[in-house]
């Protein structure tokens, strides 16, 4: 299993490091910014993500999964100090495997790394690159799931804990990158058309 650390705080980052190369069967790889990600990844293809939330960048590390799985597939596991619910709601739309509360220890990593192991071990589509790839981020691709199942921007807003507002310039940033119409029905015709896509 190949595991990347995305941890700005170097002392914590190596601490979960020597962790997992004590009890698990794994190539850990080291990432402290989004650049070195940026350069780690595409060779490194992990199986599974340990990341910070607050990584003391513009985006934080929620943004940075979502851009990734764009491209690869992992699971991942979020290392937060963060407890508030609209801070866990976000995560939850990049789906993770788990979450380990700063300050972090032994029992908490190898928890958290125990728990999903087999899991990660029966995705095929984890640590390799995503072919055919839409080119859209995980919460417009959420979005579009809602709008498939004939939800209003109001109640789509409400389900995702965002503004109307912000649904509506995520409905516009997706028509663009599909190509559509800016339209009412154009994202709806084009869910249901291309359902096999998004489900």
């Given at each position: ?5 995305v ?12 962790q997992?190369?004590a009890n698990?069967n794994?190539?850990?790889e ?8 940026d350069?780690?990844?595409p060779?490194?293809?992990?199986h599974?993500?340990l990341?910070d ?5 513009d985006?934080?590390g929620?943004?940075?999964?979502s851009?990734?799985q ?10 937060t ?5 609209a ?14 509360i700063?300050?972090?220890d ?6 958290a ?7 990660i071990?029966m995705?095929?589509k ?5 072919a055919?790839?839409?080119?859209i981020?995980?919460?417009e691709?959420e979005?579009i ?18 503004s ?12 663009r990158?599909?190509k ?5 029905n154009a994202?709806?015709?084009w ?9």
């Amino acid at each position: 299993m190949r595991i990347l650390i995305v941890e700005d705080e170097i002392i914590i980052a190596r601490f979960i490091e020597q962790q997992l190369k004590a009890n698990f069967n794994c190539e850990v790889e080291l990432a402290v910014n989004f650049k070195e990600v940026d350069e780690l990844i595409p060779d490194f293809l992990p199986h599974l993500v340990l990341c910070d939330i607050n990584l003391n960048e513009d985006d934080d590390g929620i943004q940075l999964i979502s851009k990734l799985q764009q491209s690869y597939g992992f699971g991942t596991i979020y290392i937060t100090s963060y407890q508030s619910k609209a801070i866990i709601e976000r995560a939850l739309i990049t789906k993770p495997l788990n979450y380990i509360i700063k300050p972090v220890d032994e029992t908490k990593i190898y928890t958290a790394v125990k728990l999903v192991e087999s899991t990660i071990a029966m995705q095929a589509k984890f640590g390799q690159r995503i072919a055919n790839a839409l080119p859209i981020g995980h919460i417009e691709l959420e979005i579009i799931r809602l709008i498939l199942k004939e939800k209003t921007t109001k109640q789509i807003a409400d389900i995702l804990f965002l503004s109307p507002y912000t649904i509506k310039n995520y409905r516009h940033k997706i028509c663009r990158k599909l190509k559509l119409k800016d339209e009412n029905n154009a994202l709806l015709k084009w869910a249901l058309q291309n359902e096999e896509l998004i489900v």
